[in-house]
T-cell receptor
Framework: AQSVSQHNHHVILSEAASLELGCNYS??????LFWYVQYPGQHLQLLLK????DPLVKGIKGFEAEFIKSKFSFNLRKPSVQWSDTAEYFC??????????????WGLGTSLAVNP | DGGITQSPKYLFRKEGQNVTLSCEQN?????MYWYRQDPGQGLRLIYY???????QKGDIAEGYSVSREKKESFPLTVTSAQKNPTAFYLC???????????FGQGTRLTVV
């Protein structure tokens, strides 16, 4: 069965530190990839997505992610975090042509706390 | 303003009662989804619908029911058969050929 693994469940950083959150998936075919963010008390919103083309995608608020097909990974990065980046981050994968084209497979999420 | 509206934001019910959570979207999306979010467990899919009058069970459908009589609406009923109904419920929608999901604000259900 397809699955998504987020390696870090809780991350604590100081402001200005660099961030990298890992995401790996298990599916050998074509995928659409997403990172969502959930700020405290707010709804889930899309941070960035990859469908095709340049494997380095840029999202909102200075976030970027790199799709490495050979590693089945889609890690999220930000060079310098801010206190306002404190949130829960979810990686999601849509495995295309897997018989359930419309279903997203979700990671368990990573809780990021940024200390001022 | 386009989006997804879930109501109410907080809901309290007594054990043994059925309760229906509302989800409405004005994005003209074909697909709609219900997720349950519990701490440390990510998002788990309850039900989804790709077209009016059709829906499929997700990974944790037991104790839940849905209907899709209109494109805009996808209400979720949490029945008394759901053994652990207290949770945060999220509704989402997506367009036909784009799996990017848009989420509502969520409903926090507490069963006492």
């Amino acid at each position: 069965a397809q699955s998504v693994s987020q390696h870090n469940h809780h991350v604590i950083l100081s402001e200005a530190a660099s961030l990298e959150l890992g995401c790996n998936y298990s599916y050998g075919g074509t995928v659409n990839l997403f990172w969502y963010v959930q700020y405290p008390g707010q709804h889930l919103q899309l941070l960035l997505k990859y469908f095709s083309g340049d494997p380095l995608v840029k999202g909102i608020k200075g976030f970027e992610a790199e799709f490495i097909k050979s590693k089945f990974s889609f890690n999220l990065r930000k060079p310098s975090v801010q206190w306002s980046d404190t949130a829960e981050y979810f990686c999601a994968v849509n495995p295309l042509n897997a018989g359930n084209n419309r279903k997203l497979i979700w990671g368990l999420g990573t809780s990021l706390a940024v200390n001022p | 303003d386009g989006g997804i509206t879930q109501s109410p934001k907080y809901l309290f019910r007594k054990e043994g009662q059925n309760v229906t959570l509302s989800c409405e979207q004005n994005l003209n999306h074909d697909a709609m989804y219900w997720y349950r979010q519990d701490p440390g467990q990510g998002l788990r899919l309850i039900y989804y619908s790709q077209i009016v009058n059709d829906f499929q069970k997700g990974d944790i459908a037991e104790g839940y029911s849905v209907s899709r009589e209109k494109k805009e609406s996808f209400p979720l009923t949490v029945t008394s058969a759901q053994k652990n109904p207290t949770a945060f419920y999220l509704c989402a929608s997506s367009a036909l050929r784009n799996t990017e999901a848009f989420f509502g604000q969520g409903t926090r259900l507490t069963v006492v």
